[in-house]
């Protein structure tokens, strides 16, 4: 584009002048922009008072799922999904509007790989991340050395949190036999991205460290007295 100027003296001379203006004309691009907050009302919460492990369903690759010898069975003693996604995220896609697919994509994302569980004998739990997204609690001492004791999988679409876990952990609270543990604050995250119609991208993150969380399975006793079963004492002495 080419912009000109003429200009004219008071007895009618004139002259001319042109510039290259093109670069000067510039469209600048609308891109997206959002927020993730932690939602702490939607949580995944397991409890380990099962009666036998059940099929897993979860792919730990070529770590081993740990097999935890006081529960019968072969798999995940207890897992749960989220009811939704453990994020509440706001999004602008600005003028573009969003893309025509995978336009909001959610993934797990360790921040710290110390967990702080441990197995029942008190062997560190690090969180590691596999190729595939999954997220893997690995132990790493003791028994069960190099084994899964747990694994996180998220929904892309929905943000939907399933946990598995394979072996049981330590609670430290021996005043209560359903005491509560949970990942370590900042140790794993929720990252969301989101792609507009022509493009362009932008991510955000939120803590969900405490939004997983492994109930205890205590040990219970029944005392019946025993039928047929009795101290006599006989007074009769010599």
């Given amino acids: 584009i080419i912009a000109s100027v003429t200009v004219t003296d008071f007895d009618g ?22 927020t993730a907050v932690a939602n702490g009302g939607v949580v995944v919460a397991l409890d380990e008072t099962q009666a036998a492990s059940t099929a897993a369903a979860i792919d730990t690759g070529a770590i081993v799922k740990g097999e935890d010898p006081d529960v019968g069975g072969a798999g995940a003693i207890t897992s749960g999904t989220s009811s ?34 441990t197995v029942t004998d008190g062997s ?8 595939s997204g999954v997220v893997v609690g690995v132990v790493q001492t ?32 021996t005043g209560n036999p359903d005491d509560t543990v949970a990942l370590a604050g900042n140790s794993l995250a929720v990252k969301v991205t989101v792609t507009d119609g022509d493009g362009d991208t932008a991510s955000a993150s939120a803590d969900v460290s405490g939004q997983i969380t492994f109930d205890d399975d205590g040990p219970s006793v029944t005392a019946v007295a025993a039928t047929g079963v009795t101290v006599s004492l006989d007074e009769t002495a010599t």
Avoid: M, W
């Fill in 142 to 173: 003791g028994t069960f050395t190099g084994q899964a004791a747990f694994a996180l999988s998220i929904d892309p679409a929905t943000g939907k949190v399933t946990v598995e876990q394979y072996l049981s952990l330590h609670h430290s609270d």
């Fill in 124 to 131: 560190a739990i690090t969180l590691q991340t596999l190729a």
């Fill in 13 to 34: 001379d004139s002259a001319f002048g042109g510039a290259q203006i093109g670069g000067a004309i510039q469209f600048h691009d609308d891109g997206p922009s959002l």
């Fill in 84 to 117: 939704g996604a453990l994020v509440n995220v706001t999004t602008l896609f600005g003028a573009d509007g969003p893309a025509a697919s995978s336009a909001t994509v959610y993934q797990l994302s360790v921040t710290n790989a110390v967990s702080g569980l």
